[in-house]
Protein backbone atom coordinates (compact mmCIF):
# COMPACT_ATOMS: atom_id res chain seq x y z
CA UNK A 1 0.00 0.00 0.00
CA UNK A 2 0.88 3.59 -0.94
CA UNK A 3 2.46 6.10 2.03
CA UNK A 4 1.23 9.63 1.33
CA UNK A 5 2.74 12.41 3.32
CA UNK A 6 0.78 15.91 4.45
CA UNK A 7 2.32 18.47 4.88
CA UNK A 8 0.46 20.78 6.68
CA UNK A 9 1.67 24.75 5.84
CA UNK A 10 2.31 26.87 8.62
CA UNK A 11 1.49 29.90 6.67
CA UNK A 12 -2.23 29.44 6.98
CA UNK A 13 -1.26 29.00 10.95
CA UNK A 14 -2.57 31.25 13.55
CA UNK A 15 0.89 32.65 15.06
CA UNK A 16 -0.42 33.83 17.99
CA UNK A 17 -1.57 29.81 19.26
CA UNK A 18 1.50 27.73 16.88
CA UNK A 19 1.75 25.44 19.24
CA UNK A 20 -1.44 24.64 19.62
CA UNK A 21 -1.76 24.23 15.58
CA UNK A 22 1.35 22.29 15.97
CA UNK A 23 0.02 19.88 18.37
CA UNK A 24 -3.47 19.50 16.60
CA UNK A 25 -1.58 18.34 13.32
CA UNK A 26 0.40 16.29 14.58
CA UNK A 27 -2.22 14.59 16.73
CA UNK A 28 -3.87 14.13 13.57
CA UNK A 29 -0.66 11.97 11.87
CA UNK A 30 0.85 14.49 9.95
CA UNK A 31 4.93 13.27 9.91
CA UNK A 32 5.71 17.11 7.96
CA UNK A 33 5.60 20.44 8.18
CA UNK A 34 5.56 22.79 5.55
CA UNK A 35 7.49 26.07 5.76
CA UNK A 36 6.93 28.69 3.58
CA UNK A 37 9.78 31.62 2.96
CA UNK A 38 9.02 34.21 0.92
CA UNK A 39 10.76 37.39 0.41
CA UNK A 40 8.60 40.14 -1.12
CA UNK A 41 11.07 39.92 -4.53
CA UNK A 42 10.38 36.62 -6.17
CA UNK A 43 6.72 36.50 -5.12
CA UNK A 44 5.07 39.43 -3.88
CA UNK A 45 4.54 38.36 -0.42
CA UNK A 46 6.96 38.40 2.84
CA UNK A 47 6.45 35.49 5.50
CA UNK A 48 9.32 34.39 7.77
CA UNK A 49 12.88 33.14 8.48
CA UNK A 50 15.11 30.62 10.39
CA UNK A 51 14.22 32.15 13.91
CA UNK A 52 10.19 31.03 13.85
CA UNK A 53 11.66 27.71 12.25
CA UNK A 54 14.12 26.94 15.00
CA UNK A 55 10.92 28.05 17.40
CA UNK A 56 9.56 25.55 16.02
CA UNK A 57 12.01 22.57 15.99
CA UNK A 58 12.31 22.85 19.50
CA UNK A 59 8.68 22.06 19.98
CA UNK A 60 8.97 19.06 17.01
CA UNK A 61 10.17 15.94 15.69
CA UNK A 62 8.51 16.15 12.52
CA UNK A 63 9.76 16.46 8.77
CA UNK A 64 10.32 20.20 8.30
CA UNK A 65 9.95 20.60 5.16
CA UNK A 66 11.37 24.17 3.82
CA UNK A 67 9.64 26.01 0.45
CA UNK A 68 11.69 29.20 -0.04
CA UNK A 69 10.01 31.59 -2.67
CA UNK A 70 13.50 33.71 -2.85
CA UNK A 71 16.31 35.26 -5.04
CA UNK A 72 19.18 34.84 -3.38
CA UNK A 73 21.76 37.88 -4.46
CA UNK A 74 25.38 39.01 -3.83
CA UNK A 75 26.03 36.22 -1.82
CA UNK A 76 26.45 32.49 -1.52
CA UNK A 77 23.45 29.96 -2.55
CA UNK A 78 25.11 28.23 1.15
CA UNK A 79 25.57 31.23 3.22
CA UNK A 80 21.81 31.54 2.86
CA UNK A 81 20.59 28.37 3.75
CA UNK A 82 22.97 27.46 6.58
CA UNK A 83 20.93 29.59 8.92
CA UNK A 84 17.76 27.13 8.19
CA UNK A 85 19.48 24.02 8.16
CA UNK A 86 21.46 24.98 11.82
CA UNK A 87 17.31 25.89 12.93
CA UNK A 88 16.51 22.02 12.14
CA UNK A 89 15.62 21.93 8.40
CA UNK A 90 14.79 18.52 6.83
CA UNK A 91 14.68 19.46 3.27
CA UNK A 92 15.26 22.39 1.45
CA UNK A 93 13.76 23.13 -1.30
CA UNK A 94 14.13 26.22 -3.97
CA UNK A 95 12.58 27.46 -7.16
CA UNK A 96 14.27 26.33 -10.19
CA UNK A 97 12.49 29.92 -11.52
CA UNK A 98 15.32 31.88 -9.22
CA UNK A 99 18.25 30.22 -9.83
CA UNK A 100 21.17 31.26 -11.78
CA UNK A 101 22.87 28.22 -13.82
CA UNK A 102 25.69 28.69 -11.14
CA UNK A 103 23.43 28.82 -8.49
CA UNK A 104 21.73 25.62 -9.58
CA UNK A 105 25.56 23.42 -9.49
CA UNK A 106 26.27 25.01 -5.75
CA UNK A 107 22.76 23.93 -4.44
CA UNK A 108 22.71 20.44 -5.57
CA UNK A 109 26.57 20.03 -4.33
CA UNK A 110 24.81 21.22 -0.80
CA UNK A 111 22.73 18.11 -0.61
CA UNK A 112 25.92 16.27 0.30
CA UNK A 113 28.30 19.34 1.33
CA UNK A 114 25.11 20.26 4.08
CA UNK A 115 23.90 16.69 4.76
CA UNK A 116 20.58 18.21 3.89
CA UNK A 117 17.15 17.09 1.33
CA UNK A 118 17.06 19.31 -1.53
CA UNK A 119 14.45 20.05 -3.69
CA UNK A 120 13.34 22.08 -6.95
CA UNK A 121 10.41 23.68 -6.98
CA UNK A 122 8.18 24.74 -10.25
CA UNK A 123 5.75 27.24 -11.09
CA UNK A 124 2.92 26.06 -12.73
CA UNK A 125 4.36 27.23 -16.11
CA UNK A 126 7.83 26.02 -15.78
CA UNK A 127 7.67 22.74 -18.14
CA UNK A 128 8.69 19.64 -16.29
CA UNK A 129 11.70 18.83 -18.70
CA UNK A 130 14.03 21.50 -16.95
CA UNK A 131 14.02 19.39 -13.48
CA UNK A 132 14.83 15.95 -15.78
CA UNK A 133 18.53 16.21 -16.03
CA UNK A 134 18.67 16.79 -12.13
CA UNK A 135 16.25 14.03 -10.53
CA UNK A 136 19.02 12.02 -9.58
CA UNK A 137 20.43 14.52 -7.24
CA UNK A 138 16.95 15.87 -5.85
CA UNK A 139 15.08 14.21 -2.70
CA UNK A 140 12.02 15.91 -4.02
CA UNK A 141 10.67 17.42 -6.99
CA UNK A 142 7.91 20.30 -5.95
CA UNK A 143 4.73 20.63 -7.97
CA UNK A 144 2.92 24.20 -7.83
CA UNK A 145 -0.89 23.87 -8.20
CA UNK A 146 -1.18 27.77 -7.70
CA UNK A 147 0.65 30.80 -7.95
CA UNK A 148 3.48 30.75 -5.15
CA UNK A 149 3.17 33.58 -2.92
CA UNK A 150 -0.28 33.11 -0.93
CA UNK A 151 -2.45 30.74 0.77
CA UNK A 152 -6.15 30.10 -0.07
CA UNK A 153 -6.19 30.07 -3.97
CA UNK A 154 -7.81 27.73 -6.57
CA UNK A 155 -6.20 24.56 -7.75
CA UNK A 156 -4.77 24.29 -11.21
CA UNK A 157 -5.60 21.07 -12.62
CA UNK A 158 -2.98 21.99 -16.07
CA UNK A 159 -0.17 22.17 -13.39
CA UNK A 160 -1.08 19.00 -12.15
CA UNK A 161 -0.79 17.05 -15.28
CA UNK A 162 3.24 17.30 -14.29
CA UNK A 163 2.54 14.95 -11.23
CA UNK A 164 1.47 11.93 -13.90
CA UNK A 165 4.53 12.79 -16.32
CA UNK A 166 7.11 12.94 -13.57
CA UNK A 167 5.42 9.53 -11.49
CA UNK A 168 6.18 7.96 -15.19
CA UNK A 169 9.81 9.36 -15.55
CA UNK A 170 10.69 8.75 -12.18
CA UNK A 171 8.93 4.94 -12.68
CA UNK A 172 10.64 4.44 -14.94
CA UNK A 173 14.13 5.26 -14.45
CA UNK A 174 13.81 3.56 -10.82
CA UNK A 175 14.27 7.37 -8.61
CA UNK A 176 13.16 7.08 -5.09
CA UNK A 177 12.50 11.45 -5.78
CA UNK A 178 9.41 12.28 -4.03
CA UNK A 179 7.02 14.28 -5.81
CA UNK A 180 5.31 16.78 -3.39
CA UNK A 181 2.34 19.20 -4.92
CA UNK A 182 1.34 22.57 -3.12
CA UNK A 183 -1.04 24.73 -3.84
CA UNK A 184 -5.37 24.51 -3.32
CA UNK A 185 -5.38 21.23 -1.86
CA UNK A 186 -8.50 19.99 -0.65
CA UNK A 187 -10.09 16.32 -0.66
CA UNK A 188 -11.36 16.66 -4.19
CA UNK A 189 -7.56 18.16 -5.93
CA UNK A 190 -5.53 15.73 -3.52
CA UNK A 191 -7.69 12.97 -4.85
CA UNK A 192 -6.70 14.15 -8.22
CA UNK A 193 -2.96 14.51 -7.26
CA UNK A 194 -3.02 10.79 -5.76
CA UNK A 195 -4.44 9.25 -8.82
CA UNK A 196 -1.49 10.78 -10.48
CA UNK A 197 0.99 9.47 -8.31
CA UNK A 198 2.04 12.23 -5.99
CA UNK A 199 3.77 11.56 -2.74
CA UNK A 200 3.53 14.65 -0.28
CA UNK A 201 0.63 16.86 -0.35
CA UNK A 202 0.84 20.23 1.29
CA UNK A 203 -2.30 21.87 2.65
CA UNK A 204 -2.70 24.37 4.22
CA UNK A 205 -6.33 26.95 4.44
CA UNK A 206 -7.81 23.42 4.00
CA UNK A 207 -6.44 22.08 7.03
CA UNK A 208 -6.23 25.42 9.82
CA UNK A 209 -8.67 27.56 11.40
CA UNK A 210 -11.75 24.35 10.84
CA UNK A 211 -13.25 22.41 13.70
CA UNK A 212 -12.27 19.14 11.49
CA UNK A 213 -8.64 19.34 11.02
CA UNK A 214 -8.25 16.07 12.05
CA UNK A 215 -10.52 14.53 9.72
CA UNK A 216 -9.44 16.45 6.31
CA UNK A 217 -6.03 15.72 7.58
CA UNK A 218 -6.70 11.62 8.14
CA UNK A 219 -8.75 11.93 4.67
CA UNK A 220 -5.63 13.56 2.88
CA UNK A 221 -3.60 10.81 3.92
CA UNK A 222 -6.13 8.03 3.39
CA UNK A 223 -4.76 5.51 0.75
CA UNK A 224 -7.51 6.28 -1.99
CA UNK A 225 -7.15 6.57 -5.86
CA UNK A 226 -9.81 6.08 -8.47
C1 LIG B 1 1.86 29.25 -1.60
C2 LIG B 1 2.53 28.33 -0.64
C3 LIG B 1 1.68 27.22 -0.12
C4 LIG B 1 0.47 27.65 0.64
C5 LIG B 1 -0.62 26.71 0.22
O1 LIG B 1 2.81 30.00 -2.28
O2 LIG B 1 3.67 27.74 -1.21
O3 LIG B 1 2.44 26.30 0.65
O4 LIG B 1 0.60 27.58 2.03
O5 LIG B 1 -1.82 27.16 0.74
P1 LIG B 1 -3.19 26.51 0.34
O6 LIG B 1 -3.14 25.05 0.73
O7 LIG B 1 -4.19 27.30 1.10
O8 LIG B 1 -3.34 26.66 -1.16
ZN1 LIG C 1 4.69 26.12 -0.15
Known amino acids: MKKYFVAPSVLSANYLALK ?11 EW ?54 AGASSITLHYEALTPEQLTEFLALRTKLKIKIGLALKPATPLIV ?38 YLDQHQYPTLI ?25 SYLFDHPDLAERLQGLLANETN
Open 33 to 86: IHFDVMDGDFVPNLTFGPKILADIRSESNLHLDCHLMVKIKNRSVESYLVPFVK
Open 20 to 30: DDLTAITRAGA
Open 180 to 204: EVDGGINEQTGLICKNYGVDVLVAG
Open 131 to 168: VLPYLAQLDLVLIMTVEPGFGGQKFLPAAAKKIKELRG
